[in-house]
């Protein structure tokens, strides 16, 4: 039996029914605790041989940096930047962390996930609403600096930054702006010295927790381009160029706001855009009767997520901005990511189809992506 049977097997049959038993936040604890175990040990190299494709290393310039292939790990997985080193063994071309703010916060109370799994029709769809639980950039700064001196991480690292929550509540008016440029820019401060050449920063602006922040689309251009300075200013500090910036959006804005958004992100000079994050769209929730307060991942964002990417690459490509496209959000199996491609998007994040097909989807996406290239 080869290698790669073996390892979808163990998913299948062994790795995720124990996880699907578990409460979700439960298995979600376990399923980290299980990727740290395995890089305290030669576990490590098992994992390489079970699920790493042939074409890990296809690197692709994404963002103006050099992932090493085009599938990604999307955030919210690895919040605290916990498990990278098994992470980074399974083939990986970058690794979200986060989100990650700059002081510690607990996040909403529990419960906060919800899983939706049919196991008849071969469906997955999460409802979330962790509402960025964080250990705090400082901390997350010192386990990636502990990982960095035990392995050799070859997958770019993406640093999801977000404001603390007690930002968003008790800030008003124009000092909000001042409020989340100060913990934005504090957070990568905290992550600076760990940030490598091809490693970026992700500026989240769409957690569905994070509501507040959608009625701030028309202050981007200020909120972008006063973050763009203090970033640039504190590379230049370190004799360093300038990094990698990412904005991830939510799928659930009108064309016109899109609009909006690529002005902003093209004149702030981010250098690509993370195409979505979870939708809290009534019609998908009650058409698939999830009926929990959050957001929504996996195969019912799969039709939203993709008409969204087909209408952002339009505008970007009408704009001439040199945004790059990186799609994410219902990507569940091969034919999700290439149809992401050939909508535009130069790269893809997987989550909650990782948590329904598990490593191989990794291995079988790069395959195709190779195979079409
Ligand atoms: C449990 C969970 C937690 C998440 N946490 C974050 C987060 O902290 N920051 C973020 O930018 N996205 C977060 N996301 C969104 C994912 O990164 C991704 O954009 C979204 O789930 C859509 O992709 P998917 O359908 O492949 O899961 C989270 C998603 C899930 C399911």
Do not use: C
């Not at 097997?9 to 439960?26: G, N, Q, S, T, Y």
């Not at 509402?131 to 999801?160: K, Q």
């Not at 006063?226 to 004799?239: K, P, V």
């Amino acid at each position: 039996m080869d290698l790669l049977k073996l390892g979808r097997i163990l998913w299948r049959r062994v790795i995720r029914p124990r996880l699907f038993a578990k409460d979700p936040e439960e298995a979600h604890r376990v399923a980290i605790r299980l990727l740290e175990r395995f890089e305290s040990s030669h576990l490590l190299r098992i994992l390489g041989f079970l699920y790493r494709s042939p074409f890990s290393d296809m690197p692709t310039s994404v963002g103006g940096v050099r992932w090493r292939n085009p599938a990604g790990l999307a955030p919210g997985l690895t919040k605290d930047g916990r498990g990278i080193a098994a992470l980074d063994a399974l083939g990986f071309g970058a690794i979200s962390i986060g989100t990650i703010t700059p002081s510690p916060q607990p996040g909403s109370p529990p419960p906060r996930i919800f899983r939706h799994y049919d196991d008849h029709r071969g469906t997955l769809h999460l409802v979330n609403r962790y509402g960025i639980p964080s250990e705090g950039a400082m901390r997350i700064s010192e386990r990636v600096a502990a990982a960095h001196a035990r392995h050799r991480i070859r997958a770019s690292l993406i640093f999801s930054l977000g404001p603390n929550t007690a930002t968003l509540e008790k800030s008003r008016g124009s000092a909000i702006l001042d409020g989340l440029i100060n913990d934005y820019s504090l957070a990568a401060a905290f992550l600076l010295p760990v940030i490598r050449g091809d490693d970026a920063i992700q500026v989240n602006i769409s957690s569905p927790s994070m509501t507040r922040l959608h009625d701030f689309i028309p202050s981007l251009p200020d909120l972008l381009g006063t973050l763009r300075e203090r970033l640039d200013q504190m590379m230049a500090a370190l004799n360093n160029s300038p990094l990698s910036l990412i904005l991830k959006i939510s799928p659930d804005h009108q064309p016109k706001d899109y609009e909006l958004i690529v002005k902003a992100a093209a004149a702030s000079r981010f250098n690509a855009i993370e195409a979505f994050n979870t939708t809290t769209d009534m019609n998908i929730k009650s058409f698939y009767r999830l009926n929990e307060e959050g957001g929504v991942s996996g195969d019912a964002l799969t039709a939203l997520a993709l008409r969204q990417t087909k209408t952002l690459a339009q505008i970007i490509q009408e704009a001439g901005a040199p945004l790059d496209l990186i799609a994410s959000g219902g990507i569940m199996n091969i034919q999700d990511a290439l149809m992401r491609r050939n909508a535009g998007a130069k790269a893809i994040l997987l989550y909650t189809g990782l948590v329904k097909n598990g490593p191989p989807l990794i291995y079988d996406i790069l395959t195709a992506w190779h195979a079409t290239k």
